[in-house]
């Protein structure tokens, strides 16, 4: 189960009906667990989410959901969608 839902992430990206929610979740899923990678903590123990984790999986989940090819063409390509590491370097737990 994802802390995003796919009805979240419709509004966010105004993204048709028509995709499935299995195909959502999925996205949602992938975003999550490499914010939760990023941050060194499993999301479930920030209770309540802050609003800058949920806006970061947000714009992942969206990007990943809009480029979902290897390589593009005619475009630039970015590694992360703008300001998805700086919403979440407040809440990064850092190891040395």
């Not at 509004?11 to 992938?30: M, Q, R, T, V």
């Amino acid at each position: 189960m994802t802390i995003v839902t796919p009805a979240e992430l419709r509004a966010h990206s105004n993204l048709p009906e028509e995709d499935s929610d299995d195909f959502l979740i999925g996205k949602i899923a992938a975003a999550e667990d490499w914010c939760a990678s990023y941050i060194g903590q499993a999301l479930a123990d920030l209770d309540p989410l802050p609003g800058a984790v949920k806006e970061a999986i947000l714009k992942l989940a969206a990007d990943l959901y809009e480029l979902r090819e290897a390589s593009l063409v005619g475009t630039a390509a970015e590694i992360l969608p703008l300001g998805v590491t700086d919403l979440l370097a407040p809440h990064r737990i850092w190891n040395f």
